[in-house]
């Protein structure tokens, strides 16, 4: 049983940074397909950016330029780089293993303008 724990939300003014973790446990984050995802208030859940075992990315277009998804196998820990951030950005954030579909419990993050 994989356990993913996500940190690191919070209040931000547009413009600002914040860097999420995700903590993962019972399963190794390298032989894994790793994403973030978000879902804001009355909006569907949706992909933010995903790291394969390969070490490929890919991110929605909202994103690109602005996040950055990383992992530290070390650390079993995959995180989430967001910069530039805008108030559209607002939303809980969650980390995801695709292999097994694990999710975490969510981060809330909040960008004002």
């Known amino acids: 049983q994989v356990q993913l724990v996500e940190t690191g939300g919070g209040l931000v003014q547009a413009g600002g940074s914040l860097r999420l973790s995700c903590a993962a446990s019972g399963g190794s984050v390298s032989i894994n397909v790793m994403g973030w995802y978000r879902q804001a208030p009355g909006k569907q859940r949706e992909l933010v950016a995903v790291?394969?075992?390969?070490?490929?990315?890919n991110y929605a277009d909202s994103v690109k330029g602005r996040f950055t998804i990383s992992r530290d196998n070390a650390k079993n820990t995959v995180y989430l780089q967001m910069n530039s951030l805008k108030p559209e950005d607002t939303a809980v954030y969650y980390c995801?293993?695709?292999?097994?579909?694990?999710w975490g419990q969510g981060t809330q993050v909040t960008v004002s303008s």
């Open positions: 995801r293993a695709q292999f097994g579909n694990y």
């Open positions: 790291f394969t075992s390969s070490g490929s990315t």
